[in-house]
């Protein structure tokens, strides 16, 4: 079990360019989760799908965030354009399912836009 | 949003010594989980439990949970060097879509 992976590791980007962040669940997991940490707001919840469908994005800052689940086995969670204040680091989490099951996390992509 | 609340934001202990870390929350929940995070990484599952439950244990862990009360508490018992890290309590939102919110967390360190 790889767990799950996230790529790349570090992001370093200029104002105004488009980021891509990518995540492989683990195989056979339903729930898949973007969360973004900061040392201000501490761990947010953007967006989770339930079986590639995305359930509740209220959490998505503005238009620039969007993300999408085209398989089980991939997600993408792009900002276009970035900003400075979208410096942080993005987790991926998935879990067997909604509910009561534990997350399992990527290490995370530390972004920073200069 | 913000449900969990842990209390203290940090603590230093010595190694050998229990560590004890609280988490208040507000809505009514189906579980609580505790997480674990070591600097660089991603959080770690540790434990959960469900709103029907009181105690549960996991090797050096312990955790309580009070409904009544809205809070949680976490113990680790014979603190090693290792234990270092920050810690983390999540709940799911009772209505509706049940996703699971962290709180600010607990940084806790282990002076050898």
């Known amino acids: 079990d790889a767990g799950v992976i996230q790529s790349p590791r570090h992001e370093v980007t200029e104002m105004g360019q488009e980021v891509t962040l990518r995540c492989k669940p683990i195989s056979g997991h339903n729930s898949l989760f973007w969360y973004r940490q900061t040392m201000m707001r501490g761990l947010e919840l953007l967006i989770y799908?339930?079986?590639?469908?995305?359930?509740?994005d209220s959490g998505m800052p503005e238009d620039r965030f969007s993300a999408k689940m085209p398989n089980a086995s991939f997600s993408t969670l792009k900002i276009q354009p970035s900003e400075p204040r979208d410096s942080a680091v993005y987790f991926c989490?998935?879990?067997?399912?909604?509910?009561?099951?534990?997350?399992?996390f990527g290490n995370g992509t530390r972004l920073t836009v200069t | 949003s913000q449900q969990g609340e842990e209390d203290p934001q940090a603590l230093s202990i010595q190694e050998g010594e229990n560590a004890t870390m609280n988490c208040s929350y507000k809505?009514?929940?189906?579980?609580l989980q505790w997480y674990r995070q070591n600097s660089g990484r991603g959080l770690v599952h540790l434990i959960l439990i469900r709103s029907n439950e009181r105690e549960k244990h996991s090797g050096r862990l312990r955790v309580t949970l009070d409904t009544s009360k809205k809070s949680s508490s976490l113990l680790i018992t014979a603190s090693r060097a290792a234990d270092t890290a920050s810690y983390f309590c999540?709940?799911?939102?009772?209505?509706?879509?049940?996703?699971?919110?962290f709180g600010q967390g607990t940084r806790l360190t282990i002076n050898p």
């Open positions: 799908f339930n079986n590639n469908v995305p359930i509740d």
């Open positions: 999540a709940t799911d939102e009772f209505q509706g879509a049940q996703k699971l919110v």
């Open positions: 809505t009514s929940i189906n579980n």
């Open positions: 989490a998935s879990s067997l399912y909604m509910g009561n099951s534990p997350l399992h």
